[in-house]
């Protein structure tokens, strides 16, 4: 029984070393922000290669909008063409934290 529970700790803890790790890297860590096919903004999680809470087929992500809590393919927003309100708007809304 241990050896089969063994790695499966042992992947969990480089899994989460890595991801906190990248985060300390980057400052904002994994969070990016999204529009859904609605024109909602928020924030989300999003970790290279792999979704915890989202369907992803190659770039496409199909996820939970938590601003008008409907599941929409989203999209990622480049930072820099949001106004200063639809940053703020975006921060404040946050799908379900994993981390
Ligand atoms: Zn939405």
Redo the contacts with the bound molecule.
């Keep these: 029984m241990l050896s089969l529970l063994l790695p499966v700790v042992v992947l969990a803890i480089v899994i989460v070393v890595v991801v906190i790790s990248a985060r300390d890297r980057h400052g904002q860590g994994f969070e990016r922000i999204v ?6 903004l ?1 924030t989300t999680t999003l970790v290279p290669g792999m979704s915890f809470k989202a369907v992803r087929l190659w770039n496409v992500r199909f996820e939970r ?6 599941w ?1 393919i ?1 999209e990622r927003v480049d930072e820099s063409t949001l106004s200063p309100e639809e940053l703020a708007e975006a921060r404040a809304h946050h799908d379900v934290r994993i981390l």
């Excluded at 909008?65 to 409907?70: D, K, M």
């Design positions: 529009r859904c096919r609605a024109g909602h928020f909008c938590p601003v008008g809590r409907h929409s989203v």
